[in-house]
């Protein structure tokens, strides 16, 4: 997504959804998402990026923890049904790629309505998991990420200091191979 | 394999004292967070040997891939792709994870002037869980948008898809939820080349 586009699904989508409200906007800041223009436009509409750590995603957007994987198999499916019914027709003769991203588009509208109606909660219960909740710290021991277990966010006046949050981080490389003790 | 020869295969041990040093030294290496691949052992295995083996001559000990697998299998080590280690988390991760979520609980803090009133009616602080969203950007794959179905175009399609790469031809979906579960904001699909926006409806 260019920054264009991005300043024209904030305006058109996000904002109106808002109700003017203050809002906290969790995202995965990438080079197109962090212009002036961008920034600027979030900042008049009270909205605070939030910007998730690098190769944290996995871990902590719940985008990623519970709901792309699940709405993609809901797409396959819904997909699979729609070319299944369309090519049993009796006057069905040959698909073109524009026929087929109008079926796609049709299908991912079908499965996000589906996933909201049918797993509302699980979504807002994910939102706590990784972080959204109450302020007075009664529900911290709710935090619930792969990989860690008695997180405590602790005094959240304060930061760990960090020299460059990047450094310390290392991409894995999928094609090393190691070896590992095995527990059991 | 008769059963009895596998238990004589795991249970003779012709160099137990090197095996004992080369495990531990493995245990200090992984310890230390270093990889350790099949040239760690053989290197380490022959210089350990002439350490422990004075009065053997060192040509004697063989790495052998028979004495490998059963120095792995007795010592319970396995081989394992860097990609699994995801389930075991950097320390890093730790800190990243930590500050954001202390920025957003700080973020989260009623004005000072209404702490109360706010704290009391919305548990969560300043932000409603309709405000309160995540966005992101993931890759649809493009088996959804053109199936093998017709073999005209097939031969094309791979060539191009070679030429080009993943990004050119995948189509990326635009997702965005809110924290009570109420849909918003529709999905978004882009797709690429076409220089034209598909919203949903």
New interface residues.
Partial sequence: ?NDK?FER?ITT??IP???G????????L?GSHKTSAVLELLNNSNI?P????S??????????VS??QP??EL??DL?DQR?FDL?SAADFE??T?GD???M??????EA??QF?TT??????RF??KT??????G?LDSE?D????TN?E????????V?AD?RA???E???E???????Q? | MRKEDRVAYTKRVLWPELEDRLYSEFIEWRKGGRTVRQGWFRIQSQFQFRGIYLEVNPAVFRFSNRWFRGFLGRHKISLGSITKKAQKIPSDYEVLILNWLRFNRRDSQPRRDRYWEVALKRPVGRYELSNICNLDETPLPFEYLEEKTYDLIEEKTVWVKESLGWDKRQASLVLCVFADGVPRVPPMIIFRGTGKRLGRE
């Fill in positions: 997504m586009l699904y989508h996000l959804a808002l109700g409200r203050p809002t906290l906007f969790a995202l995965d990438m605070t939030s910007r998730i750590p190769g944290c995603t996995g871990l902590v957007q719940p985008l990623d709901i792309n709405l993609k797409v396959r997909t070319i090519e040959s698909w790629v087929r991203r109008v796609t588009t049709h299908c991912v509208g996000f309505d909201h797993k509302a909660n699980l979504i807002s939102f706590g972080g959204s909740l109450p302020i007075n009664s935090l990420i792969k990989g860690f997180l966010i602790g005094n959240w006046r304060e930061d760990f960090l949050e310390d981080v290392h894995g490389n999928d090393l191979i190691e070896f590992v003790e095995n059991n």
